[in-house]
T-cell receptor, first 113, second 119 residues
Framework: SQTIHQWPATLVQPVGSPLSLECTVE??????LYWYRQAAGRGLQLLFY??????ISSEVPQNLSASRPQDRQFILSSKKLLLSDSGFYLC????????????FGAGTRLSVL | AQKVTQAQTEISVVEKEDVTLDCVYE???????LFWYKQPPSGELVFLIR??????QNEISGRYSWNFQKSTSSFNFTITASQVVDSAVYFC????????????????FGKGTHLIIQP
């Protein structure tokens, strides 16, 4: 069966520090991978998605970047965090295609102070 | 552009009552997919159901049922005989058909409805 791992679960970082969140998927190959952000009291916003190694599409211009160095690994990064980067970050995977269900990781709660 | 509206920010009912969560969507795609997810306090999103735009048949799964009406662009979710364990934030989401130029494969989410079931 497929599983998705996301870490760390909680992170507190000072403004201006770098960020690296990691997500890995097991039990499947060539998945679509996604990063979403959930701000307090709001819905989920798609940040990045990837259909293959090295292929990243950005949905929202921002202070963040994503990379996919391996088929089942998706990394969310920032060189310098802003206060507005605080939120709940969720990684998800699906089989290729819009019709397929997206399965989510447990999320990372990021607080930028 | 796609849009999902969940007008009910928060609903509070007493256990065993029936409750309906509303979802209205907008899309220009002819083929699209609708989803409901549950987010318990732990934060992880749990998939509940997927419905494609060609299938307007209502679905029932235990105490859960979904009413998809294309004419009103709605995909409502009803919990019958609610239980305290149903307390969570529920999200409705929409995905367009990538082959019809619907854009990203990502889901467009509503802002969620916080459901509180009181014992």
């Amino acid at each position: 069966s497929q599983t998705i791992h996301q870490w760390p679960a909680t992170l507190v970082q000072p403004v201006g520090s770098p960020l690296s969140l990691e997500c890995t998927v097991e039990g499947t190959s060539n998945p679509n991978l996604y990063w979403y952000r959930q701000a307090a009291g709001r819905g989920l916003q798609l940040l990045f998605y990837s259909v293959g190694i090295g292929q990243i599409s950005s949905e929202v211009p921002q202070n963040l970047s994503a990379s996919r160095p391996q088929d089942r690994q998706f990394i969310l990064s920032s060189k310098k965090l802003l206060l507005s980067d605080s939120g709940f970050y969720l990684c998800a995977w699906s089989s290729q295609g819009a019709r397929y269900i997206q399965y989510f990781g447990a999320g990372t709660r990021l607080s930028v102070l | 552009a796609q849009k999902v509206t969940q007008a009910q920010t928060e609903i509070s009912v007493v256990e065993k009552e029936d409750v309906t969560l509303d979802c209205v969507y907008e899309t220009r795609d002819t083929t699209y997919y609708l989803f409901w997810y549950k987010q318990p306090p732990s934060g992880e999103l749990v998939f509940l159901i997927r419905r494609n735009s060609f299938d307007e048949q209502n679905e029932i799964s235990g105490r859960y049922s979904w009413n998809f009406q294309k004419s009103t662009s709605s995909f409502n979710f009803t919990i019958t005989a609610s239980q305290v364990v149903d307390s969570a934030v529920y999200f409705c989401a929409l995905s367009g058909d990538q082959y019809s130029g619907g854009g990203a494969d990502g889901l467009t989410f509503g802002k969620g409805t916080h459901l509180i079931i009181q014992p």
